[in-house]
């Protein structure tokens, strides 16, 4: 006599898929439940329906990605947010749908909540040949690389960040030389060749087979400022010997020849140079890449200026074209794309052209005083916060020299650090005695007020350049959102 079989609902009488596919449905379904639930309080509406769903069907992530077209994972320390919008616009301006992650949810479990909001409970894209597009935090990769499987890893740049975070380039990069190693066959890498760390990472998945699409500068870009980010030692990443450059673009960024064992740059795949630069607002970029006719050239108007644009430009066309979409049109579609929050973010308010940018760490600094130097730029308001989110500890700022960020052009200071910057400002401008000190407009408590009577005081048609830390920016923008002078920051 058979035993009593189990009732037909349970698991027990499915294949393993079918198995799969009903645990995964029911995962989603309590997953978009929990989304539908916590958007509605505002609070881990980024993370807790992908956490959900893996915990309820471990490996939905990778299946749910399995039904993707193509897939980008971008991580680095600067740039991952620019060049991962950049690439975001190249891939839906060509015509293809695409998903993303908002910039700071950049985990596992963000990356999960990302496909459940996008897929119906069967676990398809709701639209047709999906892209995602995917911000990725560097420490997270590892654990995020297994859920999105076959992604094109993009890989901008390692700098040292906050310096409360101080020793993590190194864990980092050991972190990736780890991962990379145990790397399949069949991976495409792209990644930034004026970065001898992240070179050498990528030649580690090199030799375990994967494409490698290294994207760069086409030469000695032209910089109009004096300021200098203080160079991080890095040494060959490959013997240890000292790392001999040509020239430099970002901090470590440029040409580089170890002498003793012949470690040097790649040609990169793909160049880009800066034709022409339009002041705070933009830049023309030429780019050029092979293909089976021989060199290609395209230029681009974009609306993001300095050379850290130009570079995640340059990684973003590097990541389409690791994706197998069409380079030219991918070089085409960048003329649509916009500066992402606060990263020299630009409008109108009475006439003058206000622009936002955050300052965050030496290189925002070099990169802003770069950018600044060689545009109209009537006023300036500097506003710095120590809070948890700007990062405790400011002293960043003497590892750079912030009086060429000022000088010649009338300055206020703001924020809970100003008396301490005023302080680094008055350092830095009797170390150079050719710079005028006359521009200083003094301190104001409050930021915003500090922005509106700087913009009062600007020329109607002028520019008024705010570069603050995180928080200190969240106020200003806010105050110009609530009087409909740009949108609100998407939730
Ligand atoms: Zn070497």
Redesign the pocket.
Known sequence: MRTATPLPCTLAGMTEARQVALRDAAALLAARGLSWTVRRFGRGATSLPGLAAARLAPGIDARLAANLRGAALVTGTNGKTSTAKMLATIVSGIGHPVIANASGANLRQSIGTVFVNATTLRGRFRKRNTYAVLEVDEAALPAVRPAVPGAVLVMTNLFRDQLDRFGETDHLVRLWTTMLSEDQAGATIVFCADDPRVTRLAQIAGEHGARLIPYGFAGAPDRTSAAELTPEPVT?P????E?GRAWTAIGHLGDYL?A????ARPQPAVTVEIVERNGLTGQRLRFAWQDAAGTQIEEVDLQLPGLGNAYNAGGAVAAAIGLGLDARAAVGALAAAVPPFARFEHFTVDGRTIVLSLLKNPATMAELTSVAQGARLDRMVVALNDAFADGRDVSWYWDCSPADLVAGRPYRLTGRRAADFAVRLKYALADDPAQDPAGYLGLVDDPTEAVDRTIAEAPRDGTVLVVATYTALLGIRAAFAARGAIPPMPR
Do not use: E, R
């Not at 490959?238 to 010997?241: D, I, K, L």
């Not at 003793?260 to 470690?263: E, I």
């Open positions: 060959c490959s013997c240890g010997a790392l170890c003793a064992c012949g470690f």
